[in-house]
């Protein structure tokens, strides 16, 4: 197993990092908060996740071992694969995670991509006993996850960390905010992860 990788940061993508180790490029997949705190040519550590499948090799990136740790415990849940467990970690933090589970909170885990009301409650059940307590969160009044930044501050973050220019960034996060807003609307939270490929997309089409 890869347990981490470090060195310099040699090109950035929206879905991954590539890292120089030992005069080899390593391509890691990592969600858009990780990547927003990388930088080309800076040197970087990413904790790792080497998913191996009959046809591919796949290496997943997080800032931290706890995210890493997450990641996989999430997977020895029915139905979560790699993709699914990074989707999970990309809108919520580990111990927003943990609280979702603990306090039973289907709206949370509904505001994944891909996880729908059976599956956030299947979820639930199976994840229980597994993600332990949370680290450095707590639960407030209302028993709700403490999220980090707001999805405009991580979506600029990720738009600057690819190389574009803070008004660029900020012109592509109020092009995608109505898409942010109607999912805040129905009682879920921004998707971020899908929230960086339309400004992508806006941003592209305006070069």
């Not at 306090?103 to 059976?118: N, Q, R, Y």
Request: one cysteine or more; charged letters at 20%; glycine letters at 10%.
């Amino acid at each position: 197993m890869i347990a981490f990788v470090s060195g310099p940061v040699a090109a950035l993508a929206p879905t991954t990092a590539v890292i120089e180790v030992g005069g080899i490029g390593m391509a890691v997949q990592c969600a858009p908060a990780t990547l927003a705190g990388l930088r080309i040519g800076q040197e970087a550590r990413l904790a790792t996740s080497l998913v191996v499948r009959e046809d591919s090799l796949t290496l997943y990136g997080f800032a931290d071992d706890d995210e890493r740790q997450v990641f996989e415990l999430l997977q020895t849940a029915s139905g979560v694969g790699p993709r699914l467990a990074q989707a999970m970690l990309a809108t919520h933090s580990p111990d927003a995670l943990r609280i979702a589970v603990a306090t039973g909170d289907e709206k949370a885990l509904t505001a994944v991509s891909g996880i729908g009301k059976k599956g956030a409650q299947k979820l639930l059940l199976e994840l229980k006993d597994r993600l332990g307590e949370p680290v450095g969160a707590h639960i407030g009044q209302q028993g709700a996850p403490a999220l980090g930044s707001s999805w405009r501050d991580q979506l600029q973050a990720a738009l600057i960390g690819l190389g574009y220019a803070t008004r660029e960034a900020d012109e592509a996060v109020n092009a995608v905010a109505p898409q942010a807003e109607a999912a805040i609307a129905e009682g879920g939270r921004a998707p971020v992860p899908q929230l960086l490929r339309a400004a992508l997309q806006t941003l592209n089409r305006a070069r």
